[in-house]
């Protein structure tokens, strides 16, 4: 990593987005369009996008560098924020897990449970025989007795007990039950991952979206650049923090726990990899949790596919905040800092230490900025006739 100042435009920027992720890039977006500031983003990694930053491969198919990101969202304000910077591919996500040698839908539905069992029930014989083994009046207090009180037992060890250890390097009984009622279980035959109102990826990519949403003149960027480099090598009034909290903090309560992962790419001169763009793996016997093959995300047609197999770990980037009461208790101790240190704005995934998707993230951006707007308004009021860039400069601590 390097900074190098002579790339940057000005000699001093109203904000300072740490993070080119959706948290960052949207309120960078914002600030620089709807209040005229000059912002500098600036990222770690050598690319904008954070963790949903996509590429074309050596194989020239459009793959995800950080794992699957499917689009989907209930949020109408969200999606048309984002469709001034992109147009849409419908899509919508189904997901097949590895079980007993068959491929089953997941979220389990009517067929993954007529298939498994051998059976050929209706809807009202599915609910039947889940009420029949769902442990009945348990209070829901972990991930683990969200799935036991809808499934019973035995689909509870098949499809969720494997994956959800590998996944988090804990028992689901230990995590908060947010987690996995993010797959419930149905009895129709819908197979489809999400039941959200809009499903669908951007048409010509997530980096191509994130390039036009800072294409703003007033918008710097600068890759492959650690906070802890310019912090003290940049001027600027404001700072929008979206990596982890606790490391802005310097630890000083202890570490957040993160969950990580290592992917794994290949590509193959072959069409096609697997029936569906995910295939999960809740085996204890196998190490990675899922396949991707990307084409069936994207619609891409050419003569080869690239897959991802996942492998979660405890070491490298911070992919996931973990959810279990402890770690909630500490985060709460650092988010009692971060209110008081008014310099600073933090948001998004790692910056708010939530499990979010990518739309509650473009909605909690969304949101502080109107907080920020608002702010700038009132102050504006107070100094008026003075401009932000005339407003004494001096570099955050
Ligand atoms: P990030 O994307 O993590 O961006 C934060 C950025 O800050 C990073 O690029 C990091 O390099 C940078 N940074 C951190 N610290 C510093 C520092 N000190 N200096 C400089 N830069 C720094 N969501 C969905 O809606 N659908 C999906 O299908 C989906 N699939 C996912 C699959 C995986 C494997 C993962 C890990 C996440 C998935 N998500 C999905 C969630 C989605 O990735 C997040 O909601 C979203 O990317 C969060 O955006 P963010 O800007 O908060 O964080
Ligand atoms: N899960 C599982 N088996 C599956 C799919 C999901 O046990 O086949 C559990 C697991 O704990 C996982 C959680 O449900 O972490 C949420 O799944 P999701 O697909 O939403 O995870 P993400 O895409 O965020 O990694």
Same mark, same amino acid.
């Given at each position: 990593?390097?900074?190098?100042?002579?790339?940057?435009? /000005?000699?001093?920027?109203?904000?300072?987005?740490?993070?080119?992720?959706?948290?960052?890039?949207?309120?960078?977006?914002?600030?620089?369009?709807?209040?005229?500031?000059?912002?500098?983003?600036?990222?770690?990694?050598?690319?904008?996008?954070?963790?949903?930053?996509?590429?074309?491969?050596?194989?020239?198919?459009?793959?995800?560098?950080?794992?699957?990101?499917?689009?989907?969202?209930?949020?109408?304000?969200?999606?048309?924020?984002?469709?001034?910077?992109?147009?849409?591919?419908?899509?919508?996500?189904?997901?097949?897990?590895?079980?007993?040698?068959?491929?089953?839908?997941?979220?389990?539905?009517?067929?993954?449970?007529?298939?498994?069992?051998?059976?050929?029930?209706?809807?009202?014989?599915?609910?039947?025989?889940?009420?029949?083994?769902?442990?009945?009046?348990?209070?829901?207090?972990?991930?683990?007795?969200?799935?036991?009180?809808?499934?019973?037992?035995?689909?509870?060890?098949?499809?969720?007990?494997?994956?959800?250890?590998?996944?988090?390097?804990?028992?689901?009984?230990?995590?908060?039950?947010?987690?996995?009622?993010?797959?419930?279980?149905?009895?129709?035959?819908?197979?489809?991952?999400?039941?959200?109102?809009?499903?669908?990826?951007?048409?010509?990519?997530?980096?191509?979206?994130?390039?036009?949403?800072?294409? /703003?003149?007033?918008?710097?960027?600068?890759?492959?650049?650690?906070?802890?480099?310019?912090?003290?090598?940049?001027?600027?009034? /404001?700072?929008?923090?979206?990596?982890?909290?606790?490391?802005?903090?310097?630890?000083?309560?202890?570490?957040?726990?993160?969950?990580?992962?290592?992917?794994?790419?290949?590509?193959?001169?072959?069409?096609?990899?697997?029936?569906?763009?995910?295939?999960?793996?809740?085996?204890?016997?196998?190490?990675?949790?899922?396949?991707?093959?990307?084409?069936?995300?994207?619609?891409?047609?050419?003569?080869?596919?690239?897959?991802?197999?996942?492998?979660?770990?405890?070491?490298?980037?911070?992919?996931?905040?973990?959810?279990?009461?402890?770690?909630?208790?500490?985060?709460?101790?650092?988010?009692?800092?971060?209110?008081?240190?008014?310099?600073?704005?933090?948001?998004?995934?790692?910056?708010?230490?939530?499990?979010?998707?990518?739309?509650?993230?473009?909605?909690?951006?969304?949101?502080?900025?109107?907080?920020?707007?608002?702010?700038?308004?009132?102050?504006?009021?107070?100094?008026?006739?003075?401009?932000?860039?005339?407003?004494?400069?001096?570099?955050?601590?």
């Amino acid at each position: 990593m390097s900074f190098d100042s002579s790339s940057l435009r /000005h000699r001093a920027y109203d904000t300072l987005v740490v993070g080119g992720g959706f948290a960052g890039s949207v309120l960078a977006e914002r600030l620089a369009s709807q209040l005229g500031q000059r912002v500098l983003v600036i990222d770690r990694r050598d690319h904008i996008g954070g963790n949903a930053f996509d590429f074309h491969d050596e194989a020239g198919v459009l793959v995800h560098r950080y794992g699957p990101h499917i689009f989907h969202t209930n949020a109408p304000k969200v999606v048309e924020y984002l469709s001034q910077f992109t147009d849409w591919r419908p899509y919508e996500h189904r997901v097949l897990a590895q079980v007993d040698g068959k491929l089953l839908p997941i979220p389990i539905n009517l067929t993954t449970i007529n298939e498994l069992y051998g059976l050929d029930l209706d809807s009202a014989g599915a609910a039947e025989f889940l009420a029949e083994r769902a442990t009945p009046g348990l209070e829901i207090k972990s991930s683990r007795d969200v799935v036991i009180s809808q499934v019973g037992e035995d689909l509870y060890r098949k499809f969720f007990e494997g994956y959800t250890r590998k996944q988090w390097g804990i028992d689901a009984s230990q995590l908060d039950k947010a987690v996995t009622a993010r797959v419930p279980t149905r009895t129709t035959t819908d197979d489809r991952y999400f039941q959200d109102k809009f499903q669908m990826m951007p048409a010509e990519g997530y980096t191509r979206m994130f390039e036009r949403m800072i294409a /703003h003149p007033n918008i710097d960027f600068l890759p492959s650049v650690d906070f802890a480099e310019v912090r003290e090598r940049v001027a600027y009034s /404001h700072l929008v923090y979206t990596g982890p909290v606790d490391e802005y903090f310097g630890h000083c309560y202890g570490k957040l726990p993160y969950r990580s992962l290592r992917f794994e790419h290949r590509s193959f001169d072959q069409p096609h990899y697997q029936p569906v763009a995910v295939v999960n793996y809740p085996s204890p016997n196998v190490p990675w949790t899922r396949i991707t093959e990307y084409k069936h995300l994207t619609g891409q047609v050419c003569a080869k596919t690239s897959i991802t197999h996942e492998y979660p770990s405890a070491e490298g980037d911070p992919y996931y905040p973990i959810p279990t009461p402890e770690n909630a208790e500490l985060y709460r101790r650092y988010e009692a800092l971060a209110e008081a240190t008014p310099a600073v704005t933090f948001t998004g995934r790692l910056g708010t230490y939530r499990y979010y998707n990518m739309d509650q993230v473009v909605a909690q951006s969304l949101a502080v900025f109107a907080r920020m707007a608002e702010r700038s308004r009132s102050s504006e009021g107070q100094t008026r006739g003075e401009s932000s860039s005339d407003s004494g400069w001096r570099v955050a601590a």
